[in-house]
């Protein structure tokens, strides 16, 4: 079944034309309309209900279809400004929250999920070591009269998950004008120190964006990661995060459960992410969530998870036929670029469908054991698409 994805336009997301997610959608559907003033931020493709797919021919949401909810949700990503200093809960937190508060946490599911930058792509994941930590605290003396001697003077005796607690604890529970105030002095005394630690860009845009706002000094308490096209990071329960810049293709449990703390115009639950957040120090490079290749044409990315896992295919112009072993779960293609045929069984038979850029498929359980993707027409390059699945590659 081909899929119509489900847009927001949230204020973070890129503007017109140079949204990946508008440029998908304009492909993906011919009634979209741009406007170029409007942020296209999300495309969201799945049952979640607050942007369930739709299937072209009949008009029907994909979750009435299928008569279920399907376990992960497929998106792309296009961010122009930071999405939220945020983690998500585990699912007893979720549990419990939505039930407590239904008002704002509106989902009962956990929400790992993994991000593959499309473009390149900017992020802050997880805490830095302890040690890093500690010296940008003595480096930008601003912050380290922020958030008090007493806090800094444990963290230097006995640099540790706790004491990283402490001082983040009492830097997110700062007054506003205190905030403000340490974030003026840093900006106006501390340029060569930025840019020596490689923040001077990155700290004016964020500040830019969100002047004032105590997320901005999560910049020397997060590490921040910059990805390239193909390459991923996984983000499990309670992992402290924020996206800054670029596109990606995202999948994750089917659930859209946030606690954020800073970097948004939305609600701010502080109490609730320090009582979540996992304080535990690692260096950037570990924040790397690499694939594993099947052939020269795919690679798997396999979270923890039983929820999803998702296929990357490449198969350049030069190849054939290519068929693909899949095993029976619904699963969702998005095609970046290029064009093929695919040939799928499904429960009516044999079925061709013609896959360009934009093009979003949903791939029945009577697909398996294989799909094929065949040259098309206009076959002179490379193909490219995403597939988000159930997580049936998880060795248990």
């Known amino acids: 079944m081909e899929l119509t994805g489900w847009v927001k336009n949230y204020d973070w997301g890129r503007k017109g034309i140079n949204s990946a997610v508008a440029q998908l959608a304009m492909a993906n559907d011919p009634d979209f309309t741009l406007n170029e003033e409007e942020s296209y931020a999300?495309?969201?493709?799945g049952t979640h209900i607050c942007g369930v797919s739709v299937v072209k021919e009949t008009g029907e949401t994909l979750d009435r279809?299928?008569?279920?909810?399907?376990?992960?949700?497929?998106?792309?990503?296009?961010?122009?400004?930071?999405?939220?200093?945020?983690?998500?809960?585990?699912?007893?937190?979720?549990?419990?929250?939505?039930?407590?508060?239904?008002?704002?946490?509106?989902?009962?599911?956990?929400?790992?999920?993994l991000a593959i930058a499309l473009t390149p792509f900017v992020a802050l994941v997880g805490f830095q070591?302890?040690?890093?930590?500690?010296?940008?605290?003595?480096?930008?003396?601003?912050?380290?009269?922020?958030?008090?001697?007493?806090?800094?003077d444990k963290l230097h005796q006995s640099p540790s998950s706790e004491t990283l607690k402490l001082c983040y604890e009492k830097l997110m529970n700062s007054k506003e004008a205190d905030v403000a105030k340490c974030i003026k002095d840093i900006a106006k005394n501390y340029q060569r120190e930025l840019k020596f630690n490689e923040l001077l860009n990155v700290f004016n845009k964020v500040n830019a964006d969100f002047p004032g706002d105590v997320g901005v000094l999560s910049l020397f308490f997060l590490n921040l990661v910059h990805l390239q096209p193909g390459q991923a990071i996984y983000l499990g329960a309670n992992e402290i995060h924020a996206y800054l810049d670029g596109d990606c293709v995202e999948c994750m449990a089917c659930s859209d459960n946030v606690i954020r703390a800073g970097l948004t115009p939305k609600y701010k639950d502080v109490e609730q992410l320090i009582a979540s957040v996992i304080f535990e120090g690692a260096d950037a490079g570990r924040k790397l969530f690499l694939p594993y290749h099947i052939d020269e044409n795919v690679q798997v990315y396999v979270p923890p998870v039983d929820d999803f896992a998702v296929i990357h295919v490449a198969i350049k112009h030069t190849v054939e036929n290519y068929k693909l072993q899949i095993q029976p779960y619904g699963s969702i293609l998005i095609t970046l670029e290029g064009s093929r045929t695919l040939r799928v069984n499904t429960s009516a038979g044999p079925k061709e469908i013609v896959l360009t850029r934009g093009s979003i498929v949903y791939i029945p359980v009577e697909a398996a054991p294989e799909i094929e993707f065949a040259p098309a027409e206009d076959c002179g390059e490379n193909f490219t698409c995403y597939i988000a699945t159930y997580n049936y590659f998880r060795v248990a």
């Open 42 to 45: 999300e495309m969201w493709m």
């Open 65 to 113: 279809v299928l008569k279920k909810d399907l376990p992960y949700l497929f998106k792309v990503l296009s961010i122009s400004k930071a999405l939220s200093i945020q983690v998500h809960p585990n699912k007893c937190e979720a549990e419990r929250l939505h039930k407590e508060r239904p008002e704002i946490y509106k989902d009962d599911n956990h929400k790992p999920e």
């Open 129 to 152: 070591p302890v040690e890093d930590i500690r010296d940008f605290i003595d480096e930008f003396q601003p912050l380290s009269k922020l958030i008090g001697k007493e806090a800094v």
